[in-house]
């Protein structure tokens, strides 16, 4: 009798899974190659090999890595975050179809199904995450899906995702997940149950800053389904982008146990300081999806919004003050972003849904980068020093 292999662990995986050798080559070379000779008797237009059919061999390491770390049976890579949604979306939906939506979507996902899907003629109700009761009055006998995020964009808000994969389950839906903010490091949704599991890959995957990528992980039968849509829709991602994404990966695990770490100590930093009105950020006892988020992560991710008490204005001081943190969109990477989500992520959201959503112009929203916390919580606190009045400061 031979003994079970033993299981690697995550960061094991992240740096071998995948690999192959390459005439002894450390890396995986990029294939730097639009087409590929045929094997005589080819007939399937599938086994055609052409980097606009996402099956160079850059391609297949870098699926075969992220099926393993994310515990699905397939995946495939595109061209962006929004490429890896808008094409889940036309490949598992149907004309005539219905879905259920998390209500705090990030704004390109939501302009995709207010616009782009209802052109198509599916129809979206939108849901409480947080509110799973309330969730069978939007059923109807055409709804086919129900679509979540691990935590929302920009205010961190933590859906009963447990009851997500019950609900889809019971009443034959298929449950589709954009796990980019917790990252695989932090949430594995497929082994939750759930069906797909979406990621931008610009963000914590790739890490870097340096390349845009999305990526779909789940069962074959509808990785397969997306990848021929994918493959109309032409949304490919070169093999200089696999490779680049591919590196990103393996520091995966290292990275994001930092940007945990510095995204908590910076959250505390910003909860303890008087000119600070609300911080929203899952790992605080005080935030509502608290309990929840911690059942099912292993940390809270490095994002966090909050607000001022002096609103926009100090808002844009505040940003000025700072010297580490860089203003500019995304998330993810080794250095830290800021921003104002009312100008970026959900500039496309007319202003009275962004505020029903909770996201008010003044909201500020932080992305932590893996530099020392004990700087980062030094930067902000002199420039929330800077925002009180010379004898509160002095006090």
């Known amino acids: 009798m031979t003994e079970s292999k033993r299981p690697q662990g995550?960061?094991?995986?992240?740096?071998?899974?995948?690999?192959?050798?390459?005439?002894?080559?450390?890396?995986?070379?990029?294939?730097?190659?639009?087409?590929?000779?045929?094997?005589?008797?080819?007939?399937?237009?599938?086994?055609?090999?052409?980097?606009?059919?996402?099956?160079?061999?850059?391609?297949?390491?870098?699926?075969?890595?992220?099926?393993?770390?994310?515990?699905?049976?397939?995946?495939?890579?595109?061209?962006?975050?929004?490429?890896?949604?808008?094409?889940?979306?036309?490949?598992?939906?149907?004309?005539?179809?219905?879905?259920?939506?998390?209500?705090?979507?990030?704004?390109?996902?939501?302009?995709?199904?207010?616009?782009?899907a209802e052109r198509?003629?599916?129809?979206?109700?939108?849901?409480?995450?947080?509110?799973?009761?309330?969730?069978?009055?939007h059923l109807r006998p055409n709804t086919r899906m129900i679509y979540v995020e691990a935590m929302t964009n920009p205010l961190v808000q933590v859906a009963d995702l447990a009851q997500v994969v019950t609900f889809s389950?019971?009443?034959?839906?298929?449950?589709?997940?954009?796990?980019?903010?917790?990252?695989?490091?932090?949430?594995?949704?497929?082994?939750?149950?759930?069906?797909?599991?979406?990621?931008?890959?610009?963000?914590?995957?790739?890490?870097?800053?340096?390349?845009?990528?999305?990526?779909?992980?789940?069962q074959r039968r509808f990785i397969d389904d997306i990848t021929r849509t994918l493959n109309h829709t032409g949304g490919c991602l070169d093999p200089h982008a696999c490779f680049l994404l591919q590196r990103g990966m393996k520091t995966l695990g290292l990275r994001v146990k930092a940007q945990n770490a510095g995204a908590m100590a910076i959250a505390k930093t910003l909860l303890n300081h008087s000119a600070v009105a609300q911080v929203h950020y899952a790992g605080l006892p005080s935030h509502p999806d608290h309990a929840i988020a911690s059942d099912l992560f292993k940390g809270?991710?490095?994002?966090?919004?909050?607000?001022?008490?002096?609103?926009?204005?100090?808002?844009?001081?505040?940003?000025e003050a700072l010297t580490l943190p860089t203003l500019a969109p995304s998330l993810g990477g080794v250095e830290t972003l800021i921003t104002l989500p009312a100008t970026s992520s959900h500039a496309g959201v007319p202003a009275d849904e962004r505020l029903k959503m909770g996201i008010t112009d003044g909201l500020v929203r932080v992305a932590v980068g893996i530099e020392d916390p004990e700087d980062l919580c030094h930067d902000f606190r002199q420039a929330l020093d800077s925002l009180l009045p010379k004898e509160e400061e002095q006090a």
């Open 120 to 137: 198509m003629g599916i129809e979206v109700s939108f849901i409480d995450g947080r509110w799973p009761e309330s969730w069978s009055q």
């Open 300 to 319: 809270f991710g490095g994002v966090l919004s909050f607000e001022l008490h002096g609103g926009k204005p100090h808002a844009m001081a505040l940003i």
């Open 10 to 116: 995550l960061q094991t995986q992240l740096v071998h899974a995948g690999e192959h050798d390459y005439n002894g080559a450390v890396t995986t070379p990029i294939f730097q190659s639009a087409t590929y000779r045929e094997e005589p008797g080819t007939t399937r237009y599938a086994d055609v090999r052409y980097v606009r059919l996402n099956n160079t061999p850059n391609h297949d390491v870098l699926c075969q890595k992220l099926a393993t770390i994310c515990e699905g049976s397939s995946a495939m890579v595109m061209s962006s975050g929004m490429a890896a949604i808008s094409n889940t979306f036309m490949a598992l939906l149907r004309h005539g179809d219905h879905i259920l939506a998390q209500d705090c979507l990030y704004g390109g996902t939501r302009g995709f199904l207010t616009r782009e």
């Open 169 to 218: 389950y019971n009443h034959g839906l298929l449950s589709v997940i954009d796990n980019t903010f917790a990252s695989p490091v932090n949430f594995k949704p497929l082994k939750l149950g759930f069906d797909v599991e979406i990621h931008s890959a610009t963000k914590y995957l790739g890490g870097h800053s340096d390349v845009v990528a999305g990526a779909v992980i789940g």
